[in-house]
């Protein structure tokens, strides 16, 4: 299979054969090469060493690389598969295929209890729920009264947490997602669907074989 | 680099978004609930009877990735083309000028989903987009009759 032969890719830091990473994701072989470009711009753009780091990261998110907050980093880690402190090719590629439209609910259902699980306890606890709020209110500038936090938590937890241990367990978490589906909704980005007639620019760099794909 | 696909926002009545790319019709009722929407929550189960606290969460937008693909120095272009026509005689006119430049319009709901409807050229695309929004852009007007604010224009100078 001669399509990848540029050894300029081959000996890219932290890629990662596309046809392997389609076989195991819900990208298409010229999906993989379009997200492929999408890293190689990310994982440049402040040290040009091939892997992205938490700058990096924060810069394509925000477009400021100062920008660190709750979020962000959790979602770092999450992607840093390995954490090893960078993001390489293959976790870049299987962490995206999570937010594919066509991904198992299950991976999505796993992937934010471990989004919202701060400190990786394996349960989500209050005090993390009501410090992702807290950061939420402080982005959108939104003002509640301490009380009224409060009283959202006891909500949440009233009903989230079946077994009233004050934290949510996994499958706690599975079946408030299954009451409240639209939680679910920032685990999908709809634009991975469309990936290479969305981006030309990523069909203009492609070398991707028609016949390949 | 410019990502030639535009937005289109319709300023009259029903104020709703025309984004290339996004078919979420989820996306649009969050933003624009309809008046069946709001029915709909009525009669739904207790749950959302109050804030939940991961609802509110969720609508950070630093847990938004699509930020990620969004070009460096895009600044998005937005093109303004105002529609005195109803709702569903603008989106018709819509898929009419989608048709005249060779792009395929699909709609759900108030929103519309465009992409080419050949396949891509492999020499300049980006050449290709320009041409086909442009294109789209004057087919639109005319059969508006509304004001064309300088698209083409506003596409030559990224080019």
Request: charged share 30%.
């Amino acid at each position: 299979m001669g399509c990848f032969s540029s050894t300029q890719r081959r000996q890219f830091p932290g890629y990662e054969n596309p046809v392997t990473l389609a076989s195991e994701t819900a990208f298409s072989v010229s999906e993989v090469e379009a997200l492929f470009e999408l890293y190689k711009s990310i994982s440049g753009s402040v040290i040009d060493d091939g892997l992205i780091n938490k700058e990096e990261f924060q810069l394509a998110l925000f477009k400021n690389r100062k920008k660190e907050n709750l979020f962000a980093n959790r979602i770092f880690d999450l992607f840093d598969v390995k954490k090893k402190g960078f993001i390489d090719f293959g976790d870049f590629v299987r962490s995206l295929n999570v937010f594919h439209p066509n991904a198992p609910l299950e991976e999505k259902i796993d992937y934010s209890f471990k989004l919202y699980d701060l400190d990786g306890t394996g349960f989500i606890e209050r005090h993390e729920v009501k410090q992702m709020l807290i950061a939420l209110l402080c982005e959108s500038e939104m003002k509640l009264a301490d009380e009224t936090v409060e009283i959202i938590l006891d909500k949440t937890f009233m009903e989230a947490d079946a077994n009233q241990d004050g934290k949510i367990d996994r499958s706690e978490w599975q079946n408030f997602v299954s009451k409240n589906p639209s939680l679910l909704k920032i685990m999908t980005l709809p634009y991975l669907r469309d990936i290479t007639t969305t981006f030309p620019s990523f069909v203009f760099n492609s070398e991707v074989d028609e016949i390949a794909t | 680099m410019e990502d030639a696909w535009f937005q289109m926002d319709y300023v009259p009545a029903l104020a709703y978004e025309c984004e290339e790319g996004k078919d979420d019709a989820d996306d649009v009722r969050a933003v624009y609930p309809s008046e069946q929407d709001m029915e709909a929550d009525k009669q739904m189960p207790k749950s959302s009877s109050f804030i939940n606290a991961f609802q509110l969460i969720a609508m950070s937008q630093d847990l938004d990735l699509s930020g990620l693909f969004e070009e460096k120095d895009e600044v998005k272009e937005k093109v303004m083309l105002v529609s005195d026509h109803a709702i569903d005689d603008t989106m018709t006119k819509i898929q009419a000028a989608a048709a005249d430049a060779n792009l395929l319009a699909e709609r759900s709901n108030n929103k519309m989903k465009m992409y080419p409807s050949g396949k891509l050229p492999r020499r300049s695309p980006r050449s290709y987009f320009f041409n086909l929004s442009a294109e789209f852009c004057k087919s639109l007007s005319s059969l508006l009759k509304g004001k064309l604010m300088s698209c083409v224009a506003a596409q030559a100078e990224e080019c």
